[in-house]
């Protein structure tokens, strides 16, 4: 006895290992290596993160959706399974080149239409699941901040005003204070075509050159309005203007977090110049050398080969995404690759996360509808001592739980994470199969199972990935449109049974005899059936019940998202409607395939040479019929004329035929 218990106490014990002492471990894109993340306070729990926002000129795309999602799967697990407290800034740049053109194109006020993508942008993340930022700061509502930023920037030294009234950065001063430019990215520091489309799309070096700017690096701080942009008052010049697209997050990061910073997150693409530009701001306005301590970025998305963007055209819109998959699989394609990696977006991808998604709802379900099935048990006739069956399976949930914990602390390591989750899942179907073959105890260990799916669950509820119908704090009125469901259900099989006694009395009182009664029975039983296809198929479904029909003649229900069950009806309905249309068009290929050999049939074979398809192409036959020379008057060759003898050996048969159905007929 103690060698059992001591197996069980060794199998909990396993997943408490390396939680003391351990660490997490992040790739920092300024050192290009794996630092340990140690953050503020006591504890060293405590973190500061800026994460770069959209530009709000256009709907996002699945792109924006890989860098967003893959860092809020980073920020679930850093506060739910390592506990660091997080306070996150995310920036909005609602002035910017692009949605100034894009506003001028639309004829409308940049403001209407960088509030309503605003607006798109949190009602997709919101979709996406997505935990809300902490704070939100929208450049426009922070102009008096960056005008001071600029302005010390000038007192300083890092920063000159031209002509115009437009302010650049001055990356020469900068290099001679003892900076270094381009932490992140040094070999991009002189190429001059990122650094122009980091100054915007309605900026010119030439104009830039001529309006007294130094040199090629100095990026622009502040822009001189031009007609039809919108403008802001600064200190420097009587011109008014706007800011540049830098010095936007510099200035409320500042403003919000401080220096420093603990984390900085963004995709690869923004490392140069945006972020590379940031930085030397930063430093210059904080006279420091250390404005962020860890650098995270995402990698690209590609579809066909190329990184998915608006200018390319090639992007597909988050909100279109989500119409034809979950949030929850969209979640799962991103876990399958690691977030500083680029990845493909296709097709296959995509059925790949639908199918490990099922997987997942699928022992959910089972596993629910098997503890519902021990609750019904009688307490006293429950065995709570554990077989080898379920110590197994406790000791592979605590290696797992181990596993698990040790990737996502190794830079957030989801592919390994989720490929352990899957196989404890396997473990776990593995189990519940095996329940249903033994000779006794056919019921599963609550306390077992409860903690593989409790463990299941919470793994899943920290990636922001969903298996059961989401609650909205009760039942929302489930229970009562099940009852409704059933109701109806249940009316339309009384009715149908009250109609099958009816025909049956009629069918022994009005001479039709008991063989017209059973047809019509068997008849509406197809219908009773087909009604309690309907509430399992269509009707529950839409209320997030999935009904499954077990071998045994029982059942089991599972809870699951309505929208999700409904697209698998609207596969299964679009499945068979293809199933069928082909099996119509079979059946006529085949109608017209006999037709065709009835036409052929009515030739006899002394004329089938003659008449038909074949007349015109031979000159003279000889006494049964058969062709001896072609049309233009050359013999017969001896093999083509042994088939034309086997033609009409077959043509003799298919007549004979004919006429024996054609005497039967008449």
């Known amino acids: 006895m103690a060698e059992d218990r001591g197996g069980l106490q060794d199998s909990l014990q396993n997943a408490q290992n390396g939680e003391e002492g351990e660490h997490v471990v992040v790739f920092n894109s300024l050192s290009r290596s794996k630092e340990r993340l140690v953050g503020r306070g006591p504890n060293q729990r405590s973190l500061t993160w800026y994460m770069c926002g959209p530009t709000v000129y256009d709907v996002s795309h699945v792109g924006h959706a890989r860098n967003y999602v893959s860092f809020d799967i980073i920020r679930r697990v850093l506060e739910d399974v390592f506990g660091y407290d997080i306070t996150l800034q995310m920036n909005v740049t609602d002035i910017d080149d692009k949605i100034i053109a894009r506003s001028n194109e639309n004829s409308e006020p940049f403001v209407t239409l960088s509030r309503r993508m605003e607006h798109a942008f949190f009602t997709d993340l919101k979709n996406l699941r997505c935990r809300p930022p902490t704070v939100v700061t929208r450049v426009s509502e922070y102009i008096p901040d960056v005008v001071k930023y600029i ?33 992140l990215e040094p070999l991009s520091a002189g190429n001059l075509e990122l650094l122009r489309e980091g100054e915007g799309a309605l900026s010119t070096a030439a104009a830039a050159l001529g309006d007294g700017k130094k040199a090629a690096a100095d990026f622009a701080l502040w822009k001189a309005s031009k007609p039809g942009e919108p403008v802001w008052d600064c200190s420097w010049s009587a011109n008014p203007g706007r800011p540049g697209w830098h010095i936007e997050c510099s200035a409320m990061a500042s403003t919000e977090l401080g220096c420093p910073i ?8 923004l490392k140069f110049p945006h972020h590379d530009n940031e930085i030397a701001q930063a430093e210059a306005y904080h006279e420091c050398h250390d404005w962020v301590r860890y650098w995270l ?37 991103f876990l399958l690759h690691k977030y500083d990696a680029p990845m493909n977006y296709s097709e296959e991808g995509m059925l790949e996360a639908v199918r490990l998604h099922r997987t997942f709802v699928d022992f959910d379900g089972a596993a629910a509808g098997a503890l519902r099935d021990v609750s019904r048990l009688k307490y006293a006739d429950v065995c709570l001592r554990p077989t080898e069956a379920e110590r ?18 190794d830079n957030f390591n989801t592919p390994d994470a989720l490929l352990a989750l899957v196989s404890l899942v396997g473990a776990a179907n593995g189990y519940l199969a095996a329940i249903e073959t033994r000779e006794e105890r056919r019921y599963v260990d609550a306390n077992t199972l409860s903690a593989v799916l409790e463990y299941v669950r919470a793994t899943l509820n920290v990636f922001g990935v969903e298996t059961t119908a989401a609650s909205d704090g009760g039942d929302g009125g489930l229970v009562e449109q099940v009852l409704d469901v059933f109701g109806d259900f249940r009316m339309s099989v009384r009715n149908k049974a009250l109609e099958t006694a009816g025909i049956l009395r009629a069918g022994s009182s009005d001479g039709r005899g008991s063989e017209g009664a059973v047809s019509a029975a068997e008849e509406l039983v197809k219908e ?18 999935r009904l499954e029909d077990k071998a045994d003649g029982s059942f089991v229900w599972k809870r699951e998202d309505a929208i999700e069950l409904m697209r698998e009806v609207e596969r299964k309905k679009a499945a068979e409607e293809e199933k069928r249309a082909e099996k119509e068009r079979r059946r006529r ?18 004329v089938m040479f003659k008449e038909g398809e074949r007349a015109n192409k031979y ?25 034309l003898l086997k033609d009409r050996e ?17």
């Open 528 to 545: 009773v059936l087909g009604v309690c296809d309907r509430v399992r198929d269509e009707n529950l479904p839409r209320l997030g019940v």
């Open 262 to 269: 603990d984390m900085h997150s963004g995709g690869v693409d």
């Open 297 to 333: 970025h995402s990698g690209h998305l590609h579809i066909e080969g190329l990184k998915m963007s608006k200018s390319l055209k090639n992007f597909i819109s988050i909100e279109k995404c989500l119409e034809r998959y979950s949030a929850a699989q969209l979640r799962i394609l």
């Open 151 to 183: 302005d010390s920037l000038i007192q300083r030294g890092f920063a000159y005003a031209v002509p115009s009234g437009s302010v650049y950065f001055d990356s020469g001063a900068f290099k001679s204070a003892g900076y270094r430019y381009a932490k």
């Open 650 to 666: 077959r043509q003799t048969k298919l007549h004979t035929k004919y006429l024996e159905q054609l005497q039967q007929t008449q």
């Open 392 to 409: 197994e399976l406790l000791s592979t949930l605590a290696k797992k739980k181990s596993i698990v914990r040790a990737a996502l602390a």
């Open 589 to 606: 290929e085949e109608e017209e395939k006999a037709a065709k050999e009835l036409e052929l049939a009515k030739l006899s074979p002394e």
């Open 619 to 643: 000159s003279k036959w000889d006494e049964q019929g058969v062709p001896t020379h072609d049309k233009e008057g050359n013999e017969i060759s001896k093999s083509a004329k042994k088939k």
